[in-house]
């Protein structure tokens, strides 16, 4: 989203996965609208307090800055 609340086509979102797996990072790509979607969302029962996607990090261009989203998004089954 830029400084006016547009969304930014074509910009690398990298995040990670819910689970045991805290390492695994994943990258989307906004589409055309500045959005992205997570495709499969996962709710691992033996995960625990660690069943959410979170760190979702832009890291910016030349353009626009940088910027992380500090809450989690859990996946209810």
Do not use: R
Not at 5 to 20: A, C, D, E, L, R
Not at 30 to 56: M, V
Request: charged residues 20%; negative net charge; contains cysteine.
């Amino acid at each position: 989203m830029d400084a006016y609340s547009y969304g930014v086509p074509n910009q690398t979102i990298t995040f990670h996965k819910p689970g045991y797996e805290m390492g695994t990072l994943v990258d989307v790509v906004t589409d055309e609208n500045g959005e992205f979607t997570i495709e499969n969302a996962e709710y691992l029962p033996d995960a625990g307090k660690d069943n959410y996607y979170g760190d979702f990090t832009f890291a910016g261009n030349g353009k626009y800055q940088g910027c992380t989203y500090e809450g989690n998004v859990t996946v209810i089954p």
